[in-house]
Nanobody
C-alpha cells in the first residue's frame, strides 16, 4: 500500500535551518502532486508548500514561508523535501507529507514529524 514516511524534524533555535524528507513507496506510478502541510496546537491544518511532480514542477508556497522554505522532489528516489531556512517560532508545528496520485486531491498522508523552533 501507499506509504509516506517523514524524517528530519527536530528542535532548533530561531534563525536555524532544517530539512524534512518524505520517502514515498507503494505505488507504481509517479505522483501528480505532493505537498507539505502543518498543524500547530489550536490551529487548523494549513498548506505550506506543494509541487507538481510531473511536467514543469510548478511550486506553491504559503505567504508565511515564501523566501524561507523550498520544496523539491527527486523523481528517481521518489522523495519529497522541504528545506526550511530562517526558521521562526511560529513555524513550530507538526509537519505532514501528502501525495495526490491522481490529480484529484491529497488522499495519502504520512504520520507527521514535529518541528519545534525556540526563540
Amino acid at each position: 500500500q501507499v506509504q509516506l514516511v517523514e524524517s528530519g524534524g527536530g528542535s532548533v533555535q530561531a534563525g536555524g535551518s532544517l530539512r524534512l524528507s518524505c520517502a514515498a513507496s507503494g505505488y507504481a506510478y509517479s505522483s501528480y502532486r505532493m505537498g507539505w502541510f502543518r498543524q500547530a496546537p489550536g490551529k487548523e491544518r494549513e498548506g505550506v508548500a506543494s509541487i507538481y511532480t510531473v511536467g514543469g514542477g510548478s511550486t506553491y508556497y504559503a505567504d508565511s514561508v515564501k523566501g524561507r522554505f523550498t520544496i523539491s522532489h527527486d523523481n528517481a528516489k521518489n522523495t519529497l523535501y522541504l528545506q526550511m531556512n530562517s526558521l521562526k517560532p511560529e513555524d513550530t508545528a507538526m509537519y505532514y507529507c501528502a501525495a495526490d496520485l491522481e490529480g484529484s486531491g491529497y488522499n495519502y498522508w504520512g504520520q507527521g514529524t514535529q518541528v519545534t523552533v525556540s526563540s
